[in-house]
């Protein structure tokens, strides 16, 4: 079946305690992305990669960091969480220009 | 401004109602254009690519002004399993994906 999966769907942690947030798809998709979700704000593009080593900053990239060092994998880092990235995260994938999401994660920073 | 704006609604019609939502975005430069449906605590999926010549699929149809920057949706005949949030998309293209969301019209579709 195809699909995107993340890693962890719920997760409450503290300040500063690092985190990563996994995403696989098996899709062979080139383009891999991380969104975020917030009441009223919509889906905003943290980061995205075109290509294995290839990634680039979406529009609220602050505090987060990724790496695609397999087509398959595309991980969200958080090194040092605040309070202010609790939110729910999507990654997508696509070959073109239609994205499919995974089931999000909901992440809570106390 | 935001760059794609829509009425976040929400939208309560009964069922069988024809509703259309709107949506403008600012960037000329922008490339490619779609309608997104998120269920509640799901994720966003795909209700169809948005073109200058018009698109229908079924009940639904959708259109582009690329002179006015505006999108639209008409969804016919609303059926209650319509309700959901409607999403908005804007790829910019350049330079690779990147892509603008929407906050989303809610619409509820009543018996």
């Known amino acids: 079946e195809a699909q995107v999966t993340q890693n962890p769907r719920y997760l409450i942690t503290v300040t500063g305690k690092k985190l990563t947030v996994t995403c696989s798809q098996n899709m062979n998709h080139e383009y891999m992305s991380w969104y975020r979700q917030d009441p009223g704000l919509g889906l905003r593009q943290i980061y995205y990669?075109?290509?294995?080593?290839?990634?680039d900053k979406g529009d609220v990239p602050e505090g987060y960091k990724v790496s695609r060092k397999e087509k398959r994998n595309f991980p969200l880092i958080l090194e040092s969480p605040s309070p202010n990235q609790t939110s729910l995260y999507f990654c997508?994938?696509?070959?073109?220009?239609?994205?499919?999401f995974g089931p999000g994660t909901r992440l809570l920073v106390l | 401004r935001k760059e794609v704006e829509q009425d976040p609604g929400p939208f309560n019609v009964p069922e069988g109602a024809t509703v259309a939502f709107n949506c403008t975005y600012s960037n000329s430069a922008s490339q490619s254009f779609f309608w997104y449906r998120q269920d509640c605590r799901k994720e966003p999926k795909l209700l169809m690519s948005?073109?200058?010549s018009g698109n229908e699929d079924g009940r639904f149809t959708a259109q582009l002004n690329r002179a006015s920057q505006y999108i639209s949706l008409l969804i016919r005949d609303s059926k209650l399993s319509d309700s959901a949030t409607y999403l908005c998309v804007v790829n910019l293209g350049y330079g690779g994906f990147k892509t603008i969301f929407g906050a989303g019209t809610r619409l509820f579709v009543k018996a």
């Open positions: 997508a994938s696509s070959s073109q220009e239609t994205q499919y």
């Open positions: 990669s075109m290509n294995v080593e290839v990634t």
């Open positions: 948005v073109y200058s």
